[in-house]
């Protein structure tokens, strides 16, 4: 079993920034590619931004490329989202997932291939 842990949410004006961290504890020998997920009231949960297990994939949806930079620590178990240049509709619970693999370069967009998920942070931007 692996937790996550995300850390960093808050109320942050247009324009401004916030870091996510993403804590893992656990089961962390295996190997796991990291995604960022975020859900707004009332919609769907989303994919944000997601990287392989070696950091040398990457991949983000077209609403927060330019803006959202994804990266991750392995040796202290942590994933990070450094969002910048904020808008309303970033506002959401943002969740960290972590999918066992095999490969150090797999990234997946879909929510079904991630086998742990964390409680989320809220984040909210006002205009």
């Known amino acids: 079993q692996v937790q996550l842990v995300e850390s960093g949410g808050g109320l942050v004006q247009a324009g401004g920034s916030l870091r996510l961290s993403c804590a893992g504890s656990?089961?962390?020998?295996?190997?796991?590619?990291m995604g960022w997920f975020r859900q707004a009231p009332g919609k769907e949960r989303e994919f944000v931004a997601a990287?392989?297990?070696?950091?040398?994939?990457?991949t983000y949806a077209d609403s927060v490329k330019g803006r959202f930079t994804i990266s991750r620590d392995n040796a202290k178990n942590t994933g990070l989202l450094q969002m910048s240049s904020l808008k309303p509709e970033d506002t959401a619970v943002y969740y960290c997932?972590?999918?066992?693999?095999?490969?150090?370069?797999?990234?997946?967009?879909?929510?079904?291939?991630?086998?742990?998920w964390g409680q989320g942070t809220q984040v909210t931007v006002s205009s």
């Open positions: 656990g089961r962390t020998s295996a190997r796991y590619t």
């Open positions: 997932a972590a999918a066992v693999t095999f490969s150090n370069k797999y990234v997946s967009e879909f929510p079904g291939p991630y086998d742990y």
């Open positions: 990287i392989s297990w070696s950091g040398t994939a990457t």
